[in-house]
């Protein structure tokens, strides 16, 4: 089993279908929560449907196209981050992630995006990370500011969301400026 220790509170561990029904049980007590911004949410009705998420995750991996990880704090599922895919040809991906509402505030998903970013750029050689999030999602949008990627733009009516279309702010960071630390970590 992958895991990393991003402090010693924070663990990543790789999303294995041994963490379905705790990962269901988790998007289930947060439905309200997440779905104010993730398009799943409404979707993800029983365990059966998080284990087909991780049996892809896992397919994902084996294809060398990205991974995903659960976060744990404390010994808790907190959340998940993970590489949407990987473009090899143009050494690039996108992270996504979600967090339940009480492990917000406590730094776990800045830290654990740090701990990512370091991964893409340091052991897969990529040279760029793209993060999106909603114009209107603040928490979201916080990540990538506090790590220091650059705002490029906000790409209108991105994303279908239950009900309506919302625009996504896109923020990308080089290779070349997360080693020179042209941001505060």
């Not at 143009?90 to 009480?102: F, H, P, Q, V």
Request: aromatic share 14%; hydrophobic share 40%.
């Amino acid at each position: 089993m992958f895991y990393y220790e991003v402090d010693d509170d924070i663990q990543l561990r790789l999303a294995e279908v041994k963490y379905a029904v705790q990962m269901y049980e988790v998007i289930d007590r947060n439905r309200a929560h997440l779905r104010e911004w993730l398009p799943w949410v409404d979707n993800t009705i029983n365990a059966g449907y998080t284990q087909l998420f991780l049996e892809s995750s896992m397919r994902q991996l084996a294809a060398n196209s990205g991974f995903n990880c659960c976060i744990f704090y404390r010994g808790s599922l907190a959340g998940c981050i993970g590489l949407h895919s990987v473009d090899w040809a143009n050494r690039k991906t996108s992270i996504g992630y979600w967090l339940a509402e009480g492990f917000e505030g406590k730094g776990l998903m800045t830290k654990s995006c740090r701990a990512v970013v370091e991964y893409v750029f340091g052991d897969m050689q990529l040279n760029r990370v793209e993060i999106r999030a909603g114009v209107l999602n603040r928490k979201s949008r916080a990540i990538p500011e506090r790590l220091g990627f650059a705002l490029e733009g906000v790409i209108r009516q991105s994303e279908w969301l239950y009900d309506r279309y919302i625009d996504h702010a896109v923020y990308g960071v080089l290779a070349q400026d997360w080693r020179i630390g042209a941001w505060n970590r």
